[in-house]
């Protein structure tokens, strides 16, 4: 079975240093992502010292359930020591070396075979970079490459889905279909289009309208997009599977091979993004193969090393990678850590791990379907909506009404209310708006399954009696 570091023991395991000293040092020089600073630092930020299994410790010494597998990415959970001594031992023999100057290493040679298993036939062709964000902007450089050296230079407009989330670089924020992540930077940039409605839907579906009819619409919107765009200036179509940060959606049933089909029939290269779905989270290698589509390009990060160590990978069909290879011009791209030696060997033996202990797969849909279970229950409390999921994914939206699906005012109030009490229960739930998200290690057991539910809905109760006593 899976080792973990015994490390279930109280605050500051290691005796150097407090709560204050740490939250200290941390308001005066350190810059968090996605914060309104002055809040936090008014708050002090909860420090986290140590891991175990599905398990976090504080350094207050409190227990915490990690329902979000961190952020979607602890595959395997916390303190594998298997993970740990391969990580050691591959510094020991070579801790760094680039992948520029016509060389590789044995490390980033065997990750690229064994992803190449892994992903659906042609896409066996693999680049590596370090974060889902780089991995998009690589995937992006690739598809325009590509289409100039096809002879089709106009192919530059990039389609997605509002909502969808991509990163936070300058492209594949531009890509994002969140506002907010636009306009305090300038962005999109031009050549990124965006396309609605996003296929939700519990909060997109029109009245009288079935699910197989609204799969349709949504589709038939990417067809009119391109249309409007016209076909020879469309290069890609990037989608989630699973749309993750923008609220956690599961598409409708027939949506993805409707969307394949419109993408061939005007030779618009189809990019599934699977950087929250990839090595499991839908209970399939990848979240394109759960959804019965083949996609040209596949961009992946998070599960490929269970968060341990940053490492990303683009994956690319036969044709993409072979009109790249096959040109006389330089691809000038790249990054110092493209392939590092110790993110592959760490990458390599994840995987390992994920077959070893049949994670993905049937082993793995058996937890699964447990955990849906646990989730549909949920439906009954009062503050419930909805429930949906797939795989170890879950979301519950947060409604005053639920015939009317009325939302608390103001709205983000209820999320970050039920966010609070979650914490304070020992469990990780995130919030976006008033939907609440849950994606847990993958080696969570059926009885953490129900600590994991008996604490969701404690912290509902305790949401529910604080909304309505305001």
């Known amino acids: 079975m899976l080792q973990h570091n015994p490390a279930d023991h109280g605050p500051d395991p290691d005796g150097n240093g407090t709560t204050e000293l740490w939250q200290s ?40 359930l990690d329902g979000m597998a961190g952020l979607w990415c602890t595959q395997l959970g916390y303190g594998v020591e298997e993970l740990a001594d391969v990580a050691s031992a591959s510094m020991k023999e070579l801790s760094y070396y680039n992948l520029f100057f016509q060389t590789t290493t044995p490390n980033a040679a065997k990750l690229s075979a064994l992803i190449a298993e892994k992903t659906p036939a042609g896409l066996d062709q693999i680049f590596f970079a370090s974060s889902g964000s780089e991995a998009n902007d690589s995937a992006i450089k690739f598809i325009w490459y590509y289409w100039n050296l096809k002879g089709k230079p106009n192919k530059k407009a990039i389609i997605s889905r509002d909502k969808s989330y991509h990163g936070t670089t300058v492209a594949a924020a531009s890509m994002t279909g969140l506002p907010f ?12 289009k965006h396309v609605g409605p996003t296929p ?13 009819q609204f799969a349709e619409r949504c589709a038939q919107a ?14 890609a179509f990037i989608g989630e599977p699973v749309m993750g940060a923008g609220g956690l959606m599961i598409p409708p049933e027939g949506y993805w ?11 618009v290269l189809l990019w599934s993004d699977e950087v929250i ?3 499991g989270r839908t209970d399939n290698w990848f979240g394109c193969q759960t959804y019965g589509f083949t996609p040209d390009i596949i961009t992946m990060a998070k599960g490929l090393s269970s968060g341990y160590i940053p490492i990303s990978a683009v994956a690319l069909n036969d044709e993409i990678a072979t009109t790249i290879a096959n040109a006389d011009s330089e691809m000038a791209h790249g990054f110092t850590y493209s392939g590092h030696p110790v993110a592959c060997a760490v990458a390599i033996r994840n995987i390992q791990l994920l077959e070893e202990f049949d994670l993905i797969g049937e082993a793995g849909k058996t937890t699964s379907d447990y955990f849906q279970q646990k ?55 995130r919030a976006v708006d008033d939907t609440m998200f849950l994606s847990p290690p993958l080696v969570i057991k059926p009885e953490e399954v129900d600590e994991l539910f008996a604490l969701v809905r404690k912290s509902l109760d305790d949401t529910h009696k604080a909304l309505m006593s305001a």
């Open 375 to 429: 989730l549909a229950e949920l439906g009954d409390h009062p503050l419930v909506g909805q429930t949906r999921g797939i795989g170890k994914l879950g979301a519950i939206e947060l409604v005053k009404d639920k015939p009317t699906k009325t939302r608390f005012d103001p709205e983000g109030h209820a999320g970050m209310t039920c966010r609070q009490f979650c914490f304070d229960n020992g469990v990780i739930m």
């Open 200 to 212: 939700h839907f519990y909060a997109y579906g029109h009245e009288g309208e079935s699910e197989a």
């Open 277 to 279: 779905c990839g090595f």
């Open 222 to 235: 990417v067809e009119d997009k391109i249309l409007e765009l016209g076909p020879d200036n469309v290069a």
């Open 25 to 64: 040092l941390d308001n005066a020089h350190h810059l968090h992502p996605f914060t309104v600073h002055h809040e936090l630092r008014d708050k002090n930020p909860r420090v986290m010292t140590h891991g175990k299994g599905v398990y976090l410790w504080d350094s207050d010494g409190n227990k915490i």
């Open 181 to 192: 992540m636009h306009d305090i930077f300038d962005l999109p940039l031009p050549q990124m």
């Open 257 to 267: 091979p409707r969307v394949e089909a419109i993408c061939k029939k005007y030779d």
